[in-house]
């Protein structure tokens, strides 16, 4: 019969498989085990178990195991953080933050990348400044997930100008790193810069990704070049090998729609492998209103309806 510590140690490996595979139901049963056993109490095991119910977006489960843990730790500070902010609950993800700073807690680079994400989110853009000499004084400066949320934190609270000085000054840089700074210039019509960056990426020796494009394409739809969209389109295709996904096609239909090019991209959703879902609809329709399209949306809304029955028989 093993020791309680061996008991400890069990369970706590257990947990982790849970943790790792997001499996709720084997976590659930090895929560009601540990409650038998009468270890559930134990500060290390209630550690594991709000790390665990908030890695399967049980925040309910985890806020009350939280609040009975006498002893937290800078990993359960990290994971009740990083849990917010994964559902977008980025007010509790900060609040959480702030609880942590009165408690003293030392941080960790794992720390900061969630809060980082949550005044994005927000958006924070003061917060986030104080949050960026956090991890300049806390020497992260150099550890990449943090200087890519940094980047992505500025664009979002649409500080370029800081967004790019971080980028600059950062000793390495990955496909993460270039899609967040091309998606911040995208997000303000500043297409040339997205361009060429994304030749500075390429030149360099770093993949673009299916999120890569995105932010290309996205671009292209907010600056009105429906031809340069679809020249980025066909070498994600065939340069990248890689496939569209609903998200790439609904960029597509939307920047083809915004030019008046509605035949174009109802072409386009019949050709796409992936199912259309209401976004991809929805922008194709509202394509068809402002440029005054009856016969494509009396055809659209055709297939739509058909669509709809087929999915309830």
């Not at 960056?197 to 890569?212: A, I, K, Q, Y």
Request: glycine share 6%; charged share 20%; aromatic share 10%.
């Amino acid at each position: 019969m093993p020791t309680p510590q061996g008991t400890i140690l069990l369970f706590s490996k257990l947990l982790d498989s849970c943790y790792s595979t997001r499996n709720l139901r084997m976590l659930k049963q090895l929560h009601a085990r540990m409650i038998i056993t009468s270890i559930s109490h134990h500060d290390f095991i209630r550690a594991k178990l709000v790390s665990s119910y908030s890695v399967c977006a049980q925040l309910h489960e985890a806020s009350i195991i939280f609040t009975f843990t006498n002893r937290r730790s800078t990993f359960l500070y990290n994971s009740f953080i990083r849990a917010f902010s994964s559902v977008n609950n980025f007010s509790n993800s900060l609040f959480t933050f702030r609880e942590m700073l009165r408690a003293g807690k030392p941080l960790d680079r794992h720390t900061l990348p969630p809060v980082l994400k949550s005044c994005a989110g927000v958006p924070a853009l003061r917060l986030g400044r104080n949050v960026h000499v956090f991890v300049f004084s806390n020497g992260f400066d150099n550890d990449l997930a943090n200087s890519n949320s940094l980047v992505t934190m500025y664009c979002k609270c649409g500080d370029l100008g800081s967004a790019h000085k971080v980028f600059d000054e950062m000793f390495e840089r990955n496909v993460v790193t270039w899609t967040a700074i091309m998606s911040g210039y995208g997000m303000y019509g500043r297409c040339e810069e997205v361009f060429e960056l994304f030749e500075r990426m390429v030149r360099g020796g770093v993949e673009p990704d299916g999120l890569t494009f995105t932010a290309i394409l996205t671009a292209c739809s907010h600056g009105g070049l429906a031809d340069k969209g679809k020249e980025y389109f066909q070498m994600m295709k065939f340069r990248f090998q890689l496939r569209p996904s609903l998200e790439h096609c609904t960029c597509m239909v939307d920047m083809l729609g915004r030019a008046g090019r509605v035949e174009e991209a109802e072409a386009m959703v019949e050709m796409m492998d992936a199912i259309p879902d209401e976004a991809l609809w929805g922008a194709l329709l509202a394509a068809c209103k402002t440029h005054g399209k009856v016969e494509v949306a009396e055809r659209l809304a055709e297939k739509i309806y058909a669509r709809r029955l087929i999915s309830t028989q």
